[in-house]
């Protein structure tokens, strides 16, 4: 949109060239928006590039307790990272939070546009039953929402254990959160519940846009139900796919609440740690501030690498 | 529109920042001598969980008030954030308490960067060698007192005692008679209720488990030179370290992740959950546990299930439940962790005079047996008799007598918080080496020790 209006701008501003009282007069206020967003830009740079200037010089420091008590932070340049891809900890804590996020975000992915599609085909009354649900779940928040999910998983008198042993199979006292791999089926059962209504309606949305006369058309063309899937109403609403899922992975790369609030109730913490977790204990839990800011920034470089790609490809769309 | 929005928007911000700024420069004006008016004045104490009560917080509020006319404004932080926000808020003299408690073990770690103001002169008046010694020690760096004493706590074993005559076994004069009485326990599981411990320890609950490396002379970690050392793998460590894997294979069935809270709810007959007995009279849900090992105000949780109020309340009866100090290798109380608060200054307080004035407060007689009332240990010596003569107070005074405090390293609070002795306890129980589990946790743990 505004691109939009600087081009014209620009061409009217070349077709009167010769006057220059005109072009005088069109440039002046010209000014004005670029004065008018100096706060904004102010704000920006305060809040946003203030918090990662530090946290880029932070990490090439060591930054303990005492540094915090103010004592000079001495440079211990790459030092951190260094230590960091050295530790193979630090790399298994990656790979964990690597295959959490996928493995969560395509779930997620999956039930949110099977909701959807169910929302696109149900009547209105159950489709407002459906919503309303939805939102529920989404407007939770998510510390009341974790003390539900631990009390349900409780090892000793969770309705989840309560359900199975009463069905007959042998789940008393079972302990979920004790065994890694239980643990992260649980931590992705909470996650993906809590992001199923934002896909959900995102896609939703989306299907709103898939015109119902070419799917008329395809289905007197005699194309199965998958084949209209797969075939029409994807690549119609792959943009609205794309976005929701490169933010489901990003979301999913940076939990920590969820499985901050699960460590609390249970598992041992190092072989439960994800990389948010992790930054906390280094941080705020040990003190060790540099180190703590250097995987930060080795995540956000993380972060940027797996959107980069979609991000070019939304780029891409836009322009054509 | 947007743009407008966007101005708005901008304004709005920048309006804020500006405000923000002006609110941070205006606070900076007061004096810092020791002054004890404090008229229209106010400082904040921090107190951590509730273990303070009220009745104590309403006198320290007044009692300020008489003697320097000021506000006292009390804020209570949870134990589990508190060094986060004494990380954070400590060095920062507008965000910083004027005083706050913190637990004795979290103390060296912030007295050692500087963070407590030095309170050294006050130290006679305020108790001087009457003071709780070893607490004293956890807030001195050097010859200076930083922090001192605000009270102390114990732990000790809470028993069924039903279920102990129904197994047979009696009251433990030592460490191996304790060892062996909960194994009976697990091994007859005289209530029949499935997955029974004779004594609940949880996998990490490293606070109470601590107490048999103790008692068997092993240690946390030994100072030399001013260089700490982790010492799980020490001989002594060691012992302790067998019985303890011996208790998680025979008595307890507690998860092997289970931490040190709320232990008490597998010690009671129903714990709040309707209809739960009706439907099966003969096997209460909560109760799962013989003994546990819990800081003493747990007694307030366990008792026959009443109701008052729409509240479940417990009554404490003598005949069902009974308390013991663990018994040590030599029949005297074994040493176990001591709980506790230390208190202090901090540096960056801008009405130290009025901090210091509440100090005198809090370490007066009356104060220091309002303490004791409540079953808080005073810091003041003096004052234990307060404590009273009830089984709880003898439990507390018999096992804080023997009670060893965690290392007064300048890590030590990095250890806390990276969980690595709870990850330590949770792996005894299915260790093929105890020797190697121990060295392996040692070398992780040495280094913690002496960061600053």
Known sequence: ?320 | MKRKLATVTAVALASALALAACSSGSGTTTGTGASTDGKGKTITLWLAGADTPDVLRTYLKDEFKKETGGTLNIQQQDWGDLVTKLTTSLPDANNTPDVTEMGNTQSPTFTNVGAFLDISDMYKQLGGTNLLQSFVDAGKVGDKNYTLPYYFGSRYMFIRKDIWATAGVAVPTTLDEFNSAVATIGAKNPAGVANFSGFYLGGQDWRDGISWIFANGGDIATVKNGKWTASLDSANSLKGLEQLQAIYKTASKAPNDAKDSNQYIYLNDDDAIPGATTADAATPVSLAAATIMAPGWAHWSIGTKGEKDGKVTRTWDDKTFGVFALPGVDGKPAPVFAGGSNIGISAKSKNPGLAKTLLTIIFSKTYQEMLGKNGLGPANSQYVSSLGSDEFAKALIASASNSKLTPAAPGWASVEASNVLEEFFSKIKDAPDLAALAKEYDAKITPMLNAK
């Open chain 1, 1 to 320: 949109m505004s691109v939009d209006t600087a081009r014209a701008i620009t061409v009217s501003e070349l077709s009167t060239q010769p006057d220059a009282r005109v072009t005088e007069r069109r440039r002046r206020p010209s000014f004005t928006p670029y004065f008018l967003i100096i706060p904004s830009v102010a704000i920006l740079v305060i809040a946003m590039g203030y918090p990662l200037v530090w946290q880029i010089v932070t990490s090439t420091q060591h930054f303990g307790l005492a540094q915090q008590f103010g004592q000079p932070a001495p440079f211990v340049w790459f030092d951190n990272y260094i230590k960091l891809a050295a530790d193979p900890y630090m790399w298994t804590v990656i790979l964990r939070s690597l295959a959490f996020c996928f493995v969560t975000a395509a779930v997620t992915m999956a039930l949110g546009t099977l909701v959807a599609l169910l929302m696109n085909v149900v009547n209105r009354v159950i489709r407002i039953v459906i919503q309303i649900s939805l939102l529920l779940a989404w407007a939770m928040p998510v510390v009341a929402a974790m003390t539900v999910w631990n009390w349900l998983f409780d090892w000793r008198r969770g309705v989840v254990n309560w359900i199975l042993t009463s069905i007959g199979l042998p789940f008393q006292d079972h302990n979920w959160l004790q065994d890694p791999i239980s643990f992260f089926f649980v931590a992705m059962i909470i996650v993906v519940w809590m992001s199923v209504p934002f896909v959900a309606f995102s896609v939703y949305a989306g299907l709103t846009q898939v015109s119902g006369e070419v799917l008329e058309a395809a289905q007197m063309d005699g194309a199965t139900a998958s084949q209209r899937f797969f075939a029409i109403i994807v690549p119609i609403i792959r943009p609205v796919l794309g976005i929701v899922l490169l933010l489901q992975v990003i979301w999913d790369l940076r939990v920590f609440t969820q499985i901050k609030l699960l460590q609390d109730a249970g598992s041992i913490a190092s072989e439960t740690n994800l990389l948010g977790t992790y930054i906390y204990q280094l941080g705020t839990g040990s003190s060790d501030f540099g180190m703590a800011s250097a995987v930060s920034i080795f995540v956000l470089v993380l972060t940027v690498a797996i959107s980069a790609f979609y991000v070019r490809n939304m780029l891409k769309e836009d322009e054509s």
